[in-house]
T-cell receptor, first 114, second 112 residues
Framework: GAVVSQHPSWVICKSGTSVKIECRSL??????MFWYRQFPKQSLMLMAT?????????EQGVEKDKFLINHASLTLSTLTVTSAHPEDSSFYIC??????????FGPGTRLTVT | DAKTTQPTSMDCAEGRAANLPCNHS???????VYWYRQIHSQGPQYIIH???NNETNEMASLIITEDRKSSTLILPHATLRDTAVYYC?????????????FGKGTKLTVNP
């Protein structure tokens, strides 16, 4: 159990367009989900904490108007990268919290902005 | 958040035990030690966690020193599929959701 999916697994978009990434907990409900970003050869960096039914909490340095997060249900959180630029190209990973202190990660979404 | 120190990389022969150390000397009394791993281009995978006592599950064993300042993750019979970056992460128990802070981890390479 405790499966988290992400869609799409990879996406290529043109500079200036917006891209939406979905994160779903398939067999459990998650009040809290997290979004991470990972650049090549670097570790995961937390971008924001997403709570169902309320506004996301963004980490310092992450633009909330650029990275829109919606957690409309207990099984779905979405991350929209607005007006994407090449520097936004990265591996985006979500995690969902099943029980307190148990986080399960999705497989990641590779975004390439051309 | 407690700071951790892990070796940058380690090698292990297939079938042998892999022992991955982690120093977390500033860990607070209510922080668990969590271990995750990340296989290339995949999301992290939970391995094991513990507070004071040694823990074992189907994937690994976790040995925590009595002073809790360090721990060792043991993969008893490493396989090629265990090649990954391993992260040791202290996580608090103050209540509510706790974010995970990933360090650089240890890149474990299991050789045939």
């Amino acid at each position: 159990g405790a499966v988290v999916s992400q869609h799409p697994s990879w996406v290529i978009c043109k500079s200036g367009t917006s891209v939406k990434i979905e994160c779903r907990s398939l067999d459990f409900q998650a009040t809290t989900m997290f979004w991470y970003r990972q650049f090549p050869k670097q570790s995961l960096m937390l971008m924001a904490t997403s709570n169902e039914g309320s506004k996301a909490t963004y980490e310092q340095g992450v633009e909330k108007d650029k990275f829109l997060i919606n957690h409309a249900s207990l099984t779905l959180s979405t991350l929209t990268v607005t007006s994407a630029h090449p520097e936004d190209s990265s591996f985006y990973i979500c995690s969902a919290e099943r029980d307190q202190y148990e986080q399960y990660f999705g497989p990641g979404t590779r975004l390439t902005v051309t | 958040d407690a700071k951790t120190t892990q070796p940058t990389s380690m090698d292990c022969a297939e079938g042998r035990a892999a022992n991955l150390p982690c120093n977390h000397s500033t860990i607070s009394g209510n922080e668990y030690v969590y271990w995750y791993r990340q296989i290339h281009s995949q999301g992290p995978q939970y391995i094991i966690h513990g507070l004071k006592n040694n823990e074992t599950n189907e994937m690994a064993s976790l040995i925590i020193t009595e002073d809790r300042k360090s721990s060792t993750l043991i993969l008893p019979h490493a396989t090629l599929r265990d090649t990954a970056v391993y992260y040791c992460i202290p996580q608090g128990t103050q209540g509510g959701s706790e974010k995970l802070v990933f360090g650089k981890g240890t890149k474990l390479t299991v050789n045939p």
